[in-house]
């Protein structure tokens, strides 16, 4: 199951050749929205596994995810990440097959399994039937990268069964910087959004507050010394948009969408 953001992002020709059936699904733009049409097109599924196109998982993941979900009251599982591009210029494919390539080996199970917070959206294996149960699904009030969408949708689940890290599950996130939100966007983001989960109960207080003053203090230190793969003067003007828009009580998440 795939939902490009754009039409030209999928090439029917290329799934020809795999050996199992892919369907293409669409949604409009955002990850949110685009997870939600994979969700509505796999009703009878018992485990969706998401992967972002920029996650390489290693060739046992799946089994792995299989065997997690049948030993405990599991709900969301992330995987152990070898390698993550995210807060770097990003990871080429030739470096991320050589990581999965040399990995070593797998810890037994009775050590393998750690609660954590929320999944992470590049990697996110969820129990299908509580999903359907309590009609759970990912926030759309959060556009276009939906920054947060995956521990919303974590710590509604989490009401249900365990969050957890399992570190036989493996991969590596590239990271890869094109197709992102604008610095703009992005920076509005990093404020709006764990507001506004804080305020809808699925983030608590000190989460969001910490996430808020790391991404805010961040950008003002960086500013001054930009990395070249991150737009910080950007992401610093829409956190003072973001926090100007709070403090006239006309903050909200979606407003990205009329910047540019």
């Given at each position: 199951?795939?939902?490009?953001?754009?039409?030209?992002?999928?090439?029917?020709?290329?799934?020809?050749?795999?050996?199992?059936?892919?369907?293409?699904?669409?949604?409009?733009?955002?990850?949110?929205?685009?997870?939600?049409?994979?969700?509505?097109?796999?009703?009878?599924?018992?485990?969706?596994?998401?992967?972002?196109?920029?996650?390489y998982p290693n060739p046992d993941y799946l089994a792995e995810?299989?065997?997690l979900l049948q030993l405990q009251n599991i709900v969301v599982?992330?995987?152990?990440?070898?390698?993550?591009?995210?807060?770097?210029?990003?990871?080429?494919?030739?470096?991320?097959?050589?990581?999965?390539?040399?990995?070593?080996?797998?810890?037994?199970?009775?050590?393998?399994?750690?609660?954590?917070?929320?999944?992470?959206?590049?990697?996110?294996?969820?129990?299908?039937?509580?999903?359907?149960?309590?009609?759970?699904?990912?926030?759309?009030?959060?556009?276009?990268?939906?920054?947060?969408?995956?521990?919303?949708?974590?710590?509604?689940?989490?009401?249900?069964?365990?969050v957890v890290i399992c570190l036989r599950m493996t991969g590596?996130?590239?990271?890869?910087?094109?197709?992102?939100?604008?610095?703009?966007?992005?920076?509005?983001?990093?404020?709006?959004?764990?507001?506004?989960?804080?305020?809808?109960?699925?983030?608590?207080?000190?989460?969001?507050?910490?996430?808020?003053?790391?991404?805010?203090?961040?950008?003002?230190?960086?500013?001054?010394?930009?990395?070249?793969?991150?737009?910080?003067?950007?992401?610093?003007?829409?956190?003072?948009?973001?926090?100007?828009?709070?403090?006239?009580?006309?903050?909200?998440?979606?407003?990205?969408?009329?910047?540019?």
């Amino acid at each position: 199951m795939i939902c490009p953001a754009e039409v030209s992002d999928y090439d029917p020709a290329v799934a020809g050749i795999l050996p199992f059936p892919v369907l293409s699904v669409a949604a409009p733009r955002g990850s949110s929205s685009q997870r939600n049409a994979i969700i509505a097109a796999c009703a009878d599924a018992d485990i969706m596994v998401f992967f972002d196109d920029d996650y390489y998982p290693n060739p046992d993941y799946l089994a792995e995810a299989e065997k997690l979900l049948q030993l405990q009251n599991i709900v969301v599982a992330r995987g152990y990440l070898l390698a993550d591009g995210i807060g770097g210029p990003g990871i080429e494919q030739e470096q991320a097959l050589r990581l999965i390539a040399d990995r070593k080996p797998l810890p037994p199970w009775d050590s393998a399994i750690k609660t954590t917070y929320g999944g992470y959206g590049c990697n996110m294996v969820i129990k299908m039937a509580t999903v359907r149960q309590h009609g759970i699904r990912f926030d759309e009030n959060l556009p276009l990268y939906g920054w947060q969408e995956d521990i919303d949708f974590s710590r509604a689940l989490a009401a249900y069964g365990r969050v957890v890290i399992c570190l036989r599950m493996t991969g590596v996130h590239l990271g890869t910087k094109r197709g992102r939100t604008s610095g703009l966007r992005f920076g509005y983001s990093q404020i709006a959004n764990p507001v506004y989960l804080c305020k809808k109960g699925t983030m608590s207080p000190g989460y969001a507050g910490w996430m808020v003053l790391k991404n805010l203090l961040a950008n003002i230190l960086k500013s001054l010394w930009p990395e070249p793969w991150v737009d910080r003067r950007g992401r610093l003007k829409g956190n003072i948009r973001a926090l100007g828009d709070l403090a006239r009580g006309r903050m909200d998440p979606r407003r990205i969408l009329c910047m540019e």
